[in-house]
């Protein structure tokens, strides 16, 4: 059951070469196609920015765990806002190539579609809400208008739908196959009430909803605007010409990377129930312009929830490409055409009915790592070493002493940067698949009966090299007046992240129990739910990053910089670059 | 006020090419202006030699110079060019790396790359001392002496010029702040010190010490700086009060400028914006969307109400300052701006710049790439022999040479792909002006497009007709607005106090008292700064949240003070504002980020203004009613604090506008409390007494030429040229037609219609000009 063409084994260069204008004389010139594709960015950061500020979930206001798009009527993905998160990328055509199976020639103007389920809709997981409205010019499907947000809450066996210990994708919320909320126009109010009523505050969610609705609604009224300007033609031309040209962009950087079959492994820790050291195997074949991903000898998908759809792999894959060969290309079909990607279903990165997969960024980070792993000797100076690998999670819960109330409050934190061709790696950051803010000391202490005794660096944690690692965060965190509970999530904690060409490890990541006499015990690494007593605090640590070329190699300055700032103690300057540079 | 203390006053604004002065007679009214070349090794010393060239090029007694109003990029380049002075900081302890980590984000998410820039003070110079606060102030550690004088010692032996103190909660109780500086400032005399709750009181641990920091690092340089132009204007100028022009638009006292560099870091555009501000107040539109290009760069900001709109979220050179801004987005478009092709074969226009050299092509300097300023001679738009002052002739020649390749490489002629040039700057331009409108909720269409600095009335109509906008309004002297905006500011303080108050009958009792201690600060300063009674204005706002909520809004909550009409001198003024009225929409009056507002001179209706005050109907803003207080000489403003229904009201209004709902039940508290003290400092009749513009006195002036000009890439039309300064109040002319002034040209199209107002702006109508011409 559940399973439809978008899980397929392979993902292959769909779409991105694909003509179909209707006059094939009209063509863009350079110009005209920069205007129009600057009209074009312009609807979608500006559905962004509608979207982000009438939506209720922090989420979005906050971290802008959202994102807005324009396709083609064959579901091309042609402009992505230029704030979205890379993980987005291919969510939202997920969602439009079920929609078109599903609803081929029962597409109507005034319809809104929505969907969030990971196995059957195209999503990478169920906080994401995807909606999609199409958009018609004199009476012929001419594109749709696509919106993603990271809702607060989809239901599930715990608040925020997020947490460990999920065995099955039943248990992570609300799972929404693609159907159809608004009927030529009309809300169909049977579904909202459904969606609503598994969904916890479900007024807050409600204004969620309507924020991503709004969003659609404005979007689609300016790309009819751009449409009035230019003539359908025009724009569909400048559809096909912004993709083509996007893929040929990302393919000509393919092509000059050496011809070769390259490979990289790397392991998971575990996934928080039974499995540990979890492989993720990859081969690339570089071949003139083409560069095919094959993930054989990954590990089966697993019963905690690290699992990862197609959908989120092929987001991995086309942010470390991007990342390598060309960061300002821009997001659209064109790039996902070029992420060839064979993956068996039912593998930790082509996860499978019933896998759940709240947890998905820390292996998409992991998969990342094995991207660039996997580049080393084909783009040496493109890469960088293993970074933090993580998406740190500390939970902290309780009852508020001065008000009785309860509170929740959850952090993500960043770590080490890889050190890289040309200069260390950035400490203390968030990287590649994620970039959102950490939470100011000030605000945490205001809002919850908690204090934040410590935020720093890890002393030593950056691996060495001639180019070192980043260094990972150090936060350590006191309850006032009350005990409360603590539960966690890291990555990297056992396996350090690998430095490359000579480059050493960085530390891995740990958390710590530290009691009323200062003692301090670890605890595990995917912690349940951990009571904390007055008296204690816990110090969470994350993983630093992998070094980059031998640590013999390093300029004596910076050597001398790494013990004068103090980030690395003598004993550890004298053990990798000996003891009297 | 006594005629014998009417003189001149001066407006310098510093560019990187040219140093601007704008000159006002007191006593007549008239203006002057005058441009030097800047002096980047001592900017000072354009500033004396050009007051000694006004002197003789205009006969004014500098004896007579009453103010000099100050805009310096002093700061704001230090920081770009990291040529500060050495700081220090000291910091609680487990928290040095707090600096460094920032808000654990990267500046751009698919480039391995790119950093934030490196913390200004090395991480061995931050040196952690055993204190702490909690969030409501009390001591949770106390600080030990033998601490403090163990870190002024590091702060010694670390060499410093500056030092910055940065500790937790510092914004609710300041004592362990102020116990280290004093012994700093005790022990090291020749080192600056500030605090960061002297810089910013406000919560967010990171945005505070950064700005702090960029305070520190600034000090030293501005010090020197400021210490050199003290005293070259006292030699020339004995009696010239010197204010220094801040980002969110106001002037402070060198003293101030002193104290609080960072204050000046985002100032170059926000002069600008107040010159705009009072140039669009003079013409009676109350909504500008103002545009000022130059060579590098285009500024956009929002002007609603005669008022720019303040953000308090900027950074500069990468580096985050929470201080009040005026609302700018700039994009990487000037007339310097070069076309290149992408990876993927679209063209594309800037951000790099030739800059001003080698500069454009046609320039003749060496440079080769084809910009916007070639694209704009090839079309015919600017003339081959240069600017009116004729100093530099530009060659047409080159400027095709530098775009030939380009246009064989898209198979057009060069006018066509000038043409394409000029389309994509605009493109760009117009995406600027849509992020400032359209999302925060404005239609451009219902605004006056006003464009200054050199390049911008080029490109205004084309950045008009993208955004459907109507009406172009080219000021006087649009490339030096600035300039002009410096003399018409106020001197501006602003104070703010963060505490987290809930927003109940309590809470409110304890914000009266908080805003009882802001206005006894705001009256210090007022006395301090000299500021007669009925000039004192004071603007009350707080940030104010749902609890538990992240993000806050600004809710503007009353403004007090400025001078009834003809009133006796003494007289205190009590002014309802926001939302009371029904002239402007709740959601519209009440505004985030927007409460503060710049404006060029403070409310409307002043004596002396005609041109105002006739249109007070439709430019009284908000308030509504005006009633007299008694007629102390030096009566405490009053400051009413709201109900908290009222307060509650306010708040629903502000997040209805900016976010599209508002919970009408939800708790709310406040974070933060703002007092904004204005002294009006233009307080003689200034403009020229007049009303509607005057008849037609004469028939047009004969242009100064005829020329061919491609308004559009096909076809070229030989239309009249005509000197700016032949053009009168009340003349009118159709397009086709170019306007050249000194520094700036100004194409009107085929059917559009312009006329000259009375105060001097060139107003155009798009399309208004039919097809009889």
Known sequence: MDRNARQDMTRHAEGGARHHTDSPDHTVDPITLEIISNALRSITDETFVALMKSAYSTNIKERRDHSTAIMDASGRLIVQAAQALPIHIASMSGLIACLLEKFAGDIHDGDLFIANDPHTAGGTHLPDINYAMPVFVEGALFGFIANLAHHADVGGMAPGSMAGGMREIYQEGLRIPVVRLFRRGELQRDIMDLLLLNVRVPEERRGDHYAQIAACRLGARRLLEVVDLYSADVIRAAFDEIVSRTERRLRDAIAEVPDGEYAFEDVMDGDGVDTVDIPIRLKVTVAGDRAHFDFAGTSPQVRGNVNVTMNATQAAVCYALKAMLDPEVPNNQGVLAVADIDAEPGTLVNGRFPAPVASRAHTCQRIIDVVLGAFRDALPDRIIGAANGANTTAVFSGTDPRTGNSYLYLETLGGGMGGRATKDGKDGVQVHITNTSNLPVEAIEQEYPLRVEEYSLVEDSGGAGRHRGGMGLRRVVRPIGHDCIFNGVGERFRHRPWGVFGGEPGASGRFLLRDAGGGETKLPDKCGERRLARTEAVVVETPGAGGYGIPAERDSAHVAADRGSGKFTEGYVARYYGGDS | ?773
């Open chain 2, 1 to 773: 006020m006594d005629a014998s203390q009417q003189g001149f006053r001066i407006g310098v604004d510093i560019g990187g090419t040219f140093t601007d002065f704008h000159v006002l007679d007191e006593a007549t009214g008239a203006v002057y202006t005058g441009k030097r070349p800047s002096t980047p090794d001592n900017p000072a010393r354009a500033i004396i030699e050009g007051l000694r060239a006004l002197a003789t090029w205009h006969g004014i007694d500098l004896g007579a110079l009453r103010r000099l109003s100050h805009g310096t990029t002093v700061g704001t380049n230090a920081l770009i060019q990291r040529r500060g002075g050495r700081v220090a900081m000291i910091t609680t302890r487990g928290f040095r790396d707090l600096l460094e980590i920032g808000r654990q984000t990267r500046p751009h998410m698919y480039s391995l790359v790119e950093d934030h820039p490196p913390p200004l003070v090395e991480r061995r110079h931050r040196f952690e001392i055993g204190e702490r606060m909690d969030a409501a102030g009390e001591v949770v550690t106390e600080l030990a002496d033998d601490d403090v004088a163990a870190a002024v010692e590091q702060a010694r032996t670390s060499g410093a010029e500056a030092c910055a103190v940065c500790l937790l909660f510092a914004f609710r109780n300041p004592e362990h702040e102020r116990r280290i500086a004093a012994a700093l400032r005790a022990a090291l005399p020749q080192v600056s010190v500030c605090t960061s709750f002297e810089v910013q009181p406000e919560f967010r641990e990171y945005e505070r010490f950064s700005t702090t920091v960029l305070n520190a690092y600034l000090q030293p340089v501005l010090g020197r700086y400021l210490a050199t132009l003290e005293k070259g204007v006292a030699e020339v100028a004995p009696g010239a009060v010197i204010g220094i022009n801040q980002s969110s638009g106001g002037l402070m006292s060198p003293e101030r400028a002193r104290a609080l560099p960072v204050r000046t870091a985002l100032s170059g555009p926000a002069a600008g914006a107040v010159g705009a501000a009072y140039s669009a107040k003079r013409s009676g539109r109350r909504n500008v969307i103002t545009l000022d290009m130059g060579g590098t760069s285009a500024d956009v900001a929002l002007i609603r109400d005669f008022q720019a709109d303040i953000s308090f979220e900027r950074d500069v050179a990468g580096f985050s300052v929470r201080l009040p801004a005026v609302d700018i987005e700039t994009v990487g478009a000037g007339g310097g701006s070069i076309a290149w092709f992408d990876r993927d074969g679209l063209l594309k226009v800037g951000p790099a710049s030739a800059g001003a050299d080698p500069g454009p092509a046609c320039y003749g300097r060496g440079g080769r790439a084809p910009t916007v300023t070639d694209a704009n001679l090839v079309l015919g738009r600017l003339a081959g022999r240069g600017l009116l002052d004729g100093a530099m002739a530009l060659d047409e020649s080159l400027a095709r040479d530098a775009f030939a390749p380009v246009a064989e490489r898209l198979g057009f002629d060069v006018e066509r792909t000038a043409h394409g040039v000029l389309g994509i700057v605009v493109a760009n331009m117009v995406r600027a002006i849509r992020t400032i409108s359209v999302e925060r909720g404005y239609d451009p269409r219902g605004f006056t497009l006003m464009p200054f600095g050199g390049a911008g009335p080029l490109h205004a109509r084309d950045v008009a007709i993208a955004l459907g906008m109507r009406e172009i309004l080219v000021p006087a002297a649009p490339g030096i607005l600035c300039a002009q905006g410096l003399i018409v500011s106020d001197l501006k303080e602003d104070f703010v106090a963060g505490e987290c108050i809930p927003a109940d009958a309590a809470g409110l009792r304890r914000l009266a008292g908080q805003v009882e201690s802001l206005a006894a600060r705001a009256r210090a300063w007022f006395d301090a700064e000299r500021i007669p009674v009925p000039n004192r204005r004071l603007e009350l706002a707080v940030d104010a949240r749902y609890v538990g909520q992240n993000f806050e809004l600004t809710v503007p909550l009353a403004a007090e003070g400025g001078a009834e009409p003809g009133g006796p001198v003494g007289t205190s003024a009590r002014i309802e504002t926001a939302g009371d009225s029904g002239n402007a929409s709740p959601a519209e009056a009440a505004d985030p980020d927007r409460a503060a507002r710049v404006s060029g001179i403070v409310p409307q209706g002043e004596a002396g203004e005609p041109a105002i005050a006739e249109n007070a109907g439709a430019v009284g803003r908000a308030e509504a009613s005006i009633s007299t207080g008694s007629p102390a000489a030096d009566a405490p403003i009053p400051m009413p604090i709201p109900s908290p229904e009222a307060l509650r009201e306010r708040f629903l209004a502000v997040h209805e506008a900016v976010y599209g709902y508002a919970n009408p039940h939800d708790p709310i508290e406040i974070v933060n409390v703002r007092l904004t003290a204005r002294g009006r400092l233009l307080d003689e009749p200034d403009l020229p007494a007049s009303g509607a513009p005057e008849p037609l006195l004469e028939p047009l002036p004969e242009p100064i030429e005829h020329r061919t000009v491609r308004f559009s890439p096909g076809d070229p039309i030989t239309c009249p040229v005509y000197h700016r300064a032949s053009l009168r109040s009340g003349h009118s002319l159709t397009g086709p037609a170019i306007v050249e002034q000194l520094d700036s040209t100004t194409p009107i199209f085929p059917r559009d219609a312009a006329v000259v107002d009375h105060a001097g702006n060139l107003v155009i109508r798009v399309g208004a000009g039919g097809d009889d011409q």
